[in-house]
Nanobody, 128 residues
Framework: QVQLVESGGGLVQAGGSLRLSCTTS????????MAWFRQGPGKDRDIVAA????????YYDDSVKGRFTISRENAKNTVYLQMNSLNPAVTSVYYC?????????????????????WGHGTQVPVSS
């Protein structure tokens, strides 16, 4: 069983920045495709960004391109999400997700059903 623990959330002012971290247990991290999703109040859970096992390939939702950066450190079993220029419209709970030993298509990596393991989420309220 893989456990994911997110950290780094918290209240931030509009226009501010925040870096989220997600650390996983076990020895599967380097074989895991990782992603960040978010869910706003009354909304569906949507993809934010994804990263391949090696870290070479990344994917971003159009709404965050140029402002968010996903990265990973396999030696630390950790994936990061650097978020810049935050606005109140994206106040959400951010979730880390993982799937082990999978090669995801471009379409699949954006679907929450493609991931087997999830963290409990970390809240990111953005004040105006």
């Amino acid at each position: 069983q893989v456990q994911l623990v997110e950290s780094g959330g918290g209240l931030v002012q509009a226009g501010g920045s925040l870096r989220l971290s997600c650390t996983t247990s076990g020895r599967t991290f380097s074989r895991s495709h990782m992603a960040w999703f978010r869910q706003g109040p009354g909304k569906d859970r949507d993809i934010v960004a994804a990263i391949s096992r090696s870290g070479v390939y990344t994917y971003y939702d159009d709404s965050v391109k140029g402002r968010f950066t996903i990265s990973r450190e396999n030696a630390k079993n950790t994936v990061y999400l650097q978020m810049n220029s935050l606005n109140p419209a994206v106040t959400s709970v951010y979730y880390c997700a993982a799937v082990v030993n999978a090669i995801l298509s471009s379409a699949a990596r954006a679907r929450d059903s493609a991931y087997d393991y999830w963290g409990h989420g970390t809240q990111v309220p953005v004040s105006s």
